[in-house]
């Protein structure tokens, strides 16, 4: 799933979303003029970005650290597509997906995490009131991400009993605890999740730790989500029939290929984690259309001008999000958009990119 390996133009530019977000939209151009978009927002500081950028505008490097990884998933997804526009296909059938109908959809969860309005447990409920209102039939929320101390245990289980009775029995209700708690503190939570018939826990205990993992699974019967930051196969194979869900990152896995690896690599079910922009969206509901997948992660409310940057190409109705119908992702950002700046621009050569 690769294009021909050369020297192409790369412009990185900058959308400001808010004190806590920054989109990093990454475009290449070819000889032709054929162009692509990928996205690799929260890849680390954005002088680390630039760095690397230097880096392999200097000499080709290997992805491998987490700025690099995610840099090449920007990389790979507007490669990917690239190659489908000049292909003239729609990037989810170019990737090999096959569909009954012309305008393809997927469904969306809304996470809140990056929606303003505060951490309060009303703050939190009123958002995910909105969110079900909205057609959103999931939610997800960070119950532990602040502030720190002995008592985020205690506000984080309220954050998330405010949720629950805001959404109602008729909405799942998904945590993400970001490994915020130690695992002594998180399980003393279990029987509670339990009770408020929590869809699943994810972030519980990172990856990179298999033993406090199955001692986790040991412990609970709600369904355990992880994955997000993976990479490699070997990474998810380590913690093989410990995780009922996997969520892969187009941007942090390194791109469509990767993720599309990741997702084959066991039995778990699979939703692609998607905290990100409207590029990064279009690249996961791409992939997400050909896979058995669970709902796709949707960044809810963050900012009320989301939809004029890709100047109304991201639909969205009653949680599901139909794709473009045009070639490869079918949307160009605005690059007019007054969130918009440029960051970096020059030429990399491509053959040096991990494919």
């Known amino acids: 799933m690769t294009t021909a390996s050369h020297a192409q133009q790369v412009e990185l530019y900058r959308c400001s979303v808010s004190l806590r977000t920054d989109w990093l939209l990454l475009r290449l151009t070819d000889s032709d003029g054929v162009t692509g978009w990928g996205e690799c927002s929260d890849a680390g500081p954005v002088a680390a970005v630039l760095r690397q950028l230097d880096g392999w505008a200097e000499h080709p490097l290997d992805g491998g650290a987490f700025t690099r990884t995610t840099l090449l998933g920007g990389f790979q997804q507007a490669r990917a597509d690239q190659a489908a526009r000049r292909a003239g296909l729609p990037l989810w059938q170019w990737l090999g997906g096959t569909c009954t109908t012309s305008a393809p959809s997927v469904e969306l969860y809304a996470t809140l995490n990056r929606a303003p309005g505060g951490r309060a447990p009303a703050a939190l409920a009123a958002t995910a009131e909105a969110a079900v209102r909205s057609g959103f039939r999931m939610v997800k929320l960070s119950p532990f991400d602040s502030p720190g101390g002995d008592r985020l245990a205690h506000l984080g289980l309220a954050r998330v009993r405010a949720v629950r009775e805001a959404v109602g029995a008729g909405a799942e209700l998904l945590v993400d605890c970001r490994e915020r708690l130690p695992l002594s503190q998180l399980t003393r939570l279990l029987h509670a999740f339990a009770e408020l018939r929590i869809g699943w826990l994810q972030g519980g205990v990172g990856i990179d730790r298999p033993e406090e993992l199955a001692e986790l699974r040991a412990r609970t019967d709600i369904p355990l989500a992880g994955g997000e930051f993976a990479a490699t196969v070997e990474e998810l194979k380590?913690?093989?029939?410990?995780?009922?869900?996997?969520?892969?990152?187009?941007?942090?896995?390194?791109?469509?290929?990767?993720?599309?690896?990741?997702?084959?690599?066991?039995?778990?079910?699979?939703?692609?984690?998607?905290?990100?922009?409207?590029?990064?969206?279009?690249?996961?509901?791409?992939?997400?259309?050909?896979?058995?997948?669970?709902?796709?992660?949707?960044?809810?409310?963050?900012?009320?001008?989301?939809?004029?940057?890709?100047?109304?190409?991201?639909?969205?109705?009653?949680?599901?999000?139909?794709?473009?119908?045009?070639?490869?992702?079918?949307?160009?950002?605005?690059?007019?958009?007054?969130?918009?700046?440029?960051?970096?621009?020059?030429?990399?050569?491509?053959?040096?990119?991990?494919?």
């Open 238 to 355: 380590a913690v093989a029939g410990l995780l009922d869900v996997v969520t892969p990152d187009v941007r942090h896995a390194g791109g469509p290929a990767a993720v599309l690896a990741l997702a084959a690599a066991g039995s778990a079910r699979v939703s692609l984690h998607n905290p990100a922009g409207p590029i990064a969206t279009l690249h996961s509901a791409q992939l997400a259309v050909q896979l058995p997948a669970e709902p796709l992660e949707y960044a809810f409310g963050e900012v009320p001008w989301r939809g004029d940057l890709l100047g109304g190409a991201e639909q969205i109705s009653g949680g599901r999000l139909t794709l473009p119908s045009g070639p490869g992702l079918g949307a160009e950002p605005d690059l007019r958009h007054p969130s918009v700046t440029p960051l970096w621009r020059g030429t990399v050569d491509l053959a040096g990119l991990t494919s």
